[in-house]
């Protein structure tokens, strides 16, 4: 018993090593994933649930590493925030969401607005407005077409400073969301205090929506909460015609998923707004 009880402690510490070490190379690499163009953005597009309009793209970070291979946002943005990477990463992301959003407005879609996925390290920066001003000068894009996707849990912790920086982005005439709606555990009494736009629904209930009368029961719920808070409301991780059927006939704004589209490079979302146009 004492010797295999020894065998699992080294492999336990074999394994922890394996992971540790993964992750040094991983971090050692994220390093240099910038100045090494390694990292882009996908953009994916959300459509007007009555229109059937393209009107936003959300843009989300993929970084392809050459031995690593193509390494998820949800594993690397966290590592990133750990090791502190994720300050040039994000101010990178924005000023080339920024971009990107003048090339689309000047190749015919002058009215598209860029959903931006904030980071909770960037946002709780002191610095974090004057970082954002200063990618709108350099780039001279137009603010009013930009959108945050903040979440619940990177504005609650700090409520008051939260309001403060809220507000002065308002000031910019940045639209801001409220990302995963639904999952985090606060209470709802913030949604009053904090100057916000959109609520995007989370897709783990979405997904829900055929199958489980709770989560068809959630959703109807929480379109009715926004729009008497007169916010707008995004579904995310819209997959069939059924779960767009019924976000359509409980009046949901926005729809955005697989069901449209996957995430894509720039040159393929410019071929997709020509097809989508002529439909
Ligand atoms: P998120 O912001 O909630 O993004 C939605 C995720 O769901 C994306 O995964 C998207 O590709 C995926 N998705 C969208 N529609 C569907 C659908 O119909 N079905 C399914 N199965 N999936 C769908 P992705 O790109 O892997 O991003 C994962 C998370 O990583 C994001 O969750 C966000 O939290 C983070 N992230 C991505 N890009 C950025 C970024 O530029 N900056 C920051 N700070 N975080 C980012
Ligand atoms: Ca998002
Ligand atoms: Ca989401
Ligand atoms: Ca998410």
Not at 250 to 268: A, M, R, T, V, W
């Amino acid at each position: 018993a004492k010797y295999s009880g020894r065998n699992q402690y080294e492999l336990y510490h074999t394994e922890m090593h394996r992971n540790e070490s993964k992750k040094m190379i991983m971090e050692n690499n994220l390093r240099r994933a910038l100045e090494r163009n390694e990292i882009y953005l996908v953009y994916h597009p959300v459509m007007d649930a009555n229109t059937n309009e393209i009107v936003s793209v959300e843009a989300l970070v993929r970084w392809k590493q050459k031995q690593l291979g193509v390494i998820s946002p949800s594993e690397f943005i966290p590592l990133a925030e750990e090791s502190g990477l994720i300050i040039p990463i994000s101010e990178w992301i924005i000023q080339k969401a920024c971009e990107d959003l003048k090339m689309i407005h000047l190749q015919g879609k002058p009215k598209l607005r860029m959903s931006i996925n904030i980071s909770a390290i960037h946002f709780n920066q002191e610095n974090f407005v004057k970082s954002i001003d200063d990618i709108i000068q350099k780039t001279n894009v137009n603010p009013n077409y930009i959108n945050f996707e903040l979440t619940e849990s990177m504005i609650m912790p700090k409520a008051n400073e939260s309001v403060d920086k809220l507000v002065k982005l308002k000031q910019l005439g940045i639209k801001l969301s409220i990302d995963d709606f639904g999952t985090g555990y606060s209470s709802l009494s913030y949604l009053n205090r904090f100057p916000l736009d959109i609520l995007k629904i989370d897709k783990s209930f979405v997904s829900g929506l055929l199958n489980y009368k709770e989560d068809c029961s959630i959703v109807e719920a929480i379109i009715t909460m926004a729009h008497r808070l007169h916010l707008k409301v995004i579904a995310e991780g819209v997959e069939n015609k059924k779960q767009y059927e019924f976000l359509k006939k409980e009046n949901c704004d926005y729809i955005q998923g697989f069901y449209f589209s996957k995430p894509l490079p720039f040159h393929k979302l410019i071929t997709f707004f020509e097809s989508w146009d002529q439909e």
